[in-house]
């Protein structure tokens, strides 16, 4: 806040997002100058509840452009499902038109035999087993049709929910990258990269406060080297967020440190040369 007052910049809201979810957690954090805190695992209910307090326009017309989509999507699934009912209605009438068919040749069929069968005062007609069968399979089959019909639905329903199922895993997996380097200045960046790239490192880099936190958040990293002027007042706290989004070993880059700063994790010179980074990641 001092910061933003002192150089005229508009507040951007800083929420704690943390694992972290014990009594006084949420205090410990505000008293640290965060605005507010979510905690681990994200509730969506809670998160849009966070972001109407904060982005209450941009949250409103979101929704419309939500409600517009679903309603279209209700509309398309509709005519499919329409379509989708026509064509099993034809089916079945097909088939019980044809099922009729057969019945009634079978039946003409019976007829004129028993008309050629020798009569006597005792006789009595009888229908071959093969004839039973195959009119008991004609009645099945009807029956079979409204299940098909039924099972259909089951099954559309079922591949729907596997489709959903397969979309939340790939979006749950995370992008994976070696090194992520954070600093306000583009030449220490810059160097940095030029640096671990030399180390056959794959780097990420960002001069953006706001896309550092986005991508601790996206991607799975081994290392993160960041400035910590911006998070001076909350050196702890950041470097647990961090920690508890991606597991990385952190290193702060900063310019001159003395014996009594803490950081709550290990320390880069900004201006290190190839020899002091390769000693700090451990590279053989």
Do not use: W
Request: glycine fraction near 2%; include cysteine.
């Amino acid at each position: 806040m001092d910061f933003e007052e002192k150089n005229r910049k508009h507040h951007v809201p800083i929420v704690a997002l943390t694992a972290n979810a014990l009594a006084g957690d949420r205090d410990k954090y505000i008293n640290a100058g965060m605005d507010n805190y979510l905690s681990k695992p994200i509730e969506l209910e809670k998160l849009n509840l966070l972001m109407q307090e904060y982005f209450p326009h941009k949250i409103a017309g979101d929704k419309e452009e939500a409600v517009e989509k679903n309603t279209e999507e209700e509309k398309r699934e509709s005519v499919l499902k329409t379509e989708d009912v026509k064509n099993s209605d034809n089916v079945v009438e097909n088939l019980e038109s044809k099922a009729e068919v057969e019945k009634n040749t079978l039946e003409k069929e019976i007829e004129e035999e028993n008309d050629t069968v020798f009569e006597t005062e005792n006789s009595n007609v009888e229908i071959d087993n093969d004839t039973i069968e195959l009119l008991e399979n004609i009645q099945e089959e009807n029956v079979n049709i409204d299940t098909q019909r039924s099972d259909n639905t089951v099954g559309n329903q079922k591949n729907n929910t596997e489709v959903k199922n397969t979309i939340k895993k790939a979006l749950e997996v995370k992008r994976k990258a070696d090194v992520l380097v954070y600093h306000s200045i583009p030449l220490i960046v810059n160097l940095y990269e030029s640096i671990l790239k030399n180390l056959e490192y794959d780097v990420d880099i960002t001069t953006d406060e706001q896309k550092f936190l986005d991508r601790i958040d996206d991607t799975e990293y081994k290392f993160i080297l960041y400035d910590i002027k911006p998070f001076i007042n909350m050196k702890c706290m950041i470097s647990d967020i961090i920690r508890d989004s991606c597991g990385a070993k952190l290193f702060v880059l900063i310019h001159n440190a003395s014996k009594d700063d803490d950081f709550c994790c290990d320390i880069v010179n900004e201006k290190a040369d190839i020899e002091d980074i390769k000693k700090k990641l451990e590279i053989d």
